[in-house]
């Protein structure tokens, strides 16, 4: 193992459930048709999208970045502490410069034997950067997985010991259901000793708010346009990204920083592959992203909900941004949760096929029992 060259160590899995043009269609179709227009925010990240995320990491005003990798360097030994052998498994873990600084506190052991697993869309960047972690790491092994890691994946191995992460606060865009189900959906991958490290962006004041989503260089305005690109190129549309102005704010209410597109003028757009035609006047918005912020208290309730503990929880001394090291609940009410969820999808199951049977159309949503 120890002289084992680059290759024998490098395993890249899928693509598995990557987006289908299909469902992509579905979302946008969706989004572009809704009273409130949206383009899922997970859209933005193409090749060109991908490459100004990481710009918008190193901007002044974007501190999340910054703390959480701060935070992580006080914490890491005391995270990897007796992890020595077992899996590192992170989630959309792009360029995976993060994740080194866990790693550099496991290798100053020689025993270690861990092994990383990225899971990420995008092939090219996975490829990239296992590769370099290799070379930096002569011990390591990687698996990457290229996949959704928002969707079910199949291929991630269970017989080792997990530690999962979920860096950048990534989890605040989703909105709090799907952030439950997705919580809950990487519980039911772990074993009680097995725990998940998670990144969250705290609630702050306005002003420190809003800057970090709207730079003085504009590199979040052309992120932000360049998920219209990917529109345009994936379904024939012709939207005018100077026909639309960067518009990013802080809903207190919500507790939210939302990323809109907002029409400077009349808009007439063609979208070809979805035979649509789209009109907006000038002022309206399309939301592209939200990214919600956490109080102590709010995240305790999302955590417990979905179906974890609290390990330990590691803050910058102005608890902007925070980690939480969290492990699975294993108490009696989780368990009666799950139940609960299984005979409700069997419920579900059953009526759809009765639905079918009587040649009903399908309900969107159930409410109440069934
Ligand atoms: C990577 C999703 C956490 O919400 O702050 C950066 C993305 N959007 N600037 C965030 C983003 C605008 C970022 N996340």
């Given at each position: 193992?120890y ?42 990240y ?12 190193l ?32 989630l ?17 052991s020689s ?58 606060s ?5 909105h ?19 725990r ?11 002003e ?10 504009g ?51 063609e ?14 918005t ?23 503990v ?7 001394p ?23 969820q ?29």
């Amino acid at each position: 193992m120890y002289n084992a060259s680059s290759t024998d160590r490098i395993e890249i899995v899928g693509p598995t459930n990557v987006t289908s043009m299909n469902e992509f269609r579905r979302d946008i179709l969706k989004g572009l048709t809704a009273s409130q227009k949206f383009i899922p925010s997970k859209y933005f990240y193409d090749a060109c999208g991908s490459n100004l995320f990481e710009k918008i990491c190193l901007l002044p005003e974007y501190y999340l970045t910054r703390m959480e990798l701060s935070i992580l360097k006080d914490s890491a030994s005391a995270i990897m502490e007796n992890f020595q052998g077992g899996d590192l498994i992170e989630l959309g873990s792009g360029a995976s410069w993060k994740v080194k600084t866990l790693l550099n506190v496991a290798y100053q052991s020689s025993l270690i034997d861990i092994r990383y697993i990225p899971i990420d869309v995008n092939e090219l960047v996975l490829k990239e950067a296992s590769k370099e972690l290799l070379s930096e790491y002569p011990h390591l092994k990687v698996l990457g997985i290229v996949a959704d890691f928002t969707k079910k994946i199949e291929k991630i191995p269970t017989e080792r010991e997990k530690l999962f992460i979920l860096f950048g606060s990534t989890i605040g865009n989703f909105h709090e259901k799907e952030a439950i189900t997705f919580l809950r959906n990487i519980a039911q991958l772990m074993e009680p000793n097995d725990r998940f490290l998670l990144g969250l962006d705290m609630v702050k004041p306005r002003e420190v708010l809003e800057p970090a989503y709207n730079d003085t260089q504009g590199v979040t305005s052309e992120f932000n346009k360049n998920i219209l690109s990917v529109v345009n190129r994936k379904l024939d549309a012709n939207f005018h990204l100077d026909h639309f102005d960067h518009y990013a704010f802080f809903d207190s209410e919500k507790s939210q920083m939302e990323m809109h597109l907002r029409a400077n003028c009349k808009i007439a757009a063609e979208i070809k592959g979805l035979n649509l035609h789209i009109t907006m006047e000038k002022g309206e918005t399309i939301r592209t992203e939200i990214s919600r912020k956490f109080t102590i208290r709010r995240a305790e309730a999302m955590i417990a909900e979905a179906g974890f503990v609290i390990k330990r929880w590691f803050f910058d001394p102005n608890q902007w941004f925070s980690l939480i090291e969290l492990t699975r609940s294993t108490s009696d009410l989780w368990k009666r949760h799950l139940n609960d969820q299984l005979t409700q999808r069997r419920a579900r199951k059953e009526n759809l096929r009765k639905c079918k049977f009587a040649n009903m159309k399908r309900p969107v949503r159930m409410h109440g029992k069934v």
